[in-house]
């Protein structure tokens, strides 16, 4: 079984320069790292140890690493940033909808890099610990399956809750709707993602006090939807 490394970083880039700058930045802040230069080297360090997260380069050679995200992402939850030096929106939404947490665009600021991997630690690690979720007058519990806003208890069907629990426990974090649908509902197959539409519109409904002019579940135009505290 693997074990798992805490605060080590495995950067997966086949230019070694880029390697040496983000892992000093990153042995600087007091994270250890990994290094790999291809695909497989990076699916081979994860069969051994599993890294508090991956930054990975998309444009791999071999093995790009779009299919290298999704290998990991089908086999374990640890976060992914990819390196991108594409800024065209359908690679982002491909980034997306294969589980990556972030992406940053080359060229880029190491320490940018630095403070997006702290930002998806925490907000990661966060969504593993709570058992409850607060918002604001939202409040979330998992154990108990029981929404609140206020003093205003939300009646929500069994989906409704997974969904709602999914996106409260990722703020800010977009979410395509094909996302939605592997996190949520396990890609049934007799489910399309026009079932993630009807649902993300009944807890507006039931959640929100201008369901047309939503403050918390807002959609992100051409990507998908995302929760705002």
């Known amino acids: 079984m693997a074990t798992t490394v805490a605060d080590t970083v495995l950067v997966v880039d086949d230019e070694p320069i880029v390697r040496e700058i983000v892992c000093r930045y990153l042995v600087n802040d007091g994270f250890a790292t990994l290094e790999a230069d291809d695909g497989p080297s990076a699916l081979t360090a994860l069969g051994t140890t599993t890294p508090a997260i991956v930054v990975l380069d998309v444009m791999l050679p071999g093995l790009d690493g779009l299919e290298v995200c999704r290998r990991i992402r089908s086999q374990a939850d640890v976060p992914i940033i990819l390196l991108t030096a ?88 977009v979410f395509t709707r094909d996302q939605l649908m592997d996190r949520v509902w396990g890609h049934l197959p007799a489910v399309d993602t026009g079932t993630v539409t009807v649902h993300v519109r009944r807890l507006r409904e039931k959640l929100e006090s201008d369901p047309g002019n939503p403050a918390h579940i807002e959609t992100v135009w051409g990507v998908g939807y995302r929760f705002v505290p």
Do not use: C
């Open 86 to 173: 594409r800024s065209g929106e359908s690679d982002r939404i491909v980034g997306l909808e294969l589980g990556a947490d972030d992406y940053v665009t080359k060229p880029f600021s190491p320490r940018e890099l630095v403070a997006r991997i702290h930002a998806v630690l925490r907000r990661t690690r966060g969504a593993r610990q709570a058992d409850v979720l607060t918002h604001g007058s939202l409040t979330i519990n998992q154990t108990t399956r029981e929404v609140h806003d206020g003093d205003r208890d939300v009646a929500l069907t069994a989906r409704e809750f997974d969904l709602l629990w999914f996106m409260a426990a990722h703020p800010r974090h």
